[in-house]
């Protein structure tokens, strides 16, 4: 890890600015996720999370408030103005997943890889040439 990676910094929060967090250090991993459950959770044709570990990122004003949107999966967002911020599962553990609408410099992040493809919208065309998993990027565990 780099000496830049280590100092960067996302400052975020929600649509009405009660709940406001910061991430610290690069993250992980930029993904677009096309399943059904993303597209409901937050109302969008994908949605792109960030992530991090979660020892980077802090809640710096108001609460996230969360709710199990399937077994083993948390997903967090502002109970006042209902801006979708967060998603934790129990199958990766340790890791915070952020919307990246909600950050406050979400164009400085590039995206990585495509998840979920196989349920992405049939109009929804993307013309990059990231990676594609039609499911997740990863082995599911336990
Ligand atoms: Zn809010
Ligand atoms: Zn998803």
Request: glycine share 10%; net charge negative.
């Amino acid at each position: 890890m780099s000496e830049a990676a280590t100092s960067e910094t996302h400052d975020g929060g929600c649509l009405c600015g009660a709940v406001r967090f910061r991430a610290v250090g690069a993250p992980d991993w930029v993904a677009h996720c096309h399943c059904a459950s993303c597209r409901r959770a937050t109302g969008a044709a994908l949605a792109t999370w960030v992530g991090y570990p979660d020892t980077a990122v802090t809640i710096t004003s108001g609460a996230l408030e969360t709710y199990p949107s399937s077994p083993g999966v948390e997903r967090g967002f502002c109970a006042a103005c209902g801006t979708p911020i967060s998603y934790r599962a129990s199958r990766f553990p340790g890791e915070i997943h952020l919307t990246i609408g909600s950050l406050d410099d979400a164009g400085a992040l590039d995206p990585t890889l495509h998840v979920w493809e196989a349920e992405r919208l049939p109009w929804l065309d993307l013309a990059d040439t990231l990676p594609r998993h039609p499911a997740s990027s990863r082995p599911e565990r336990g």
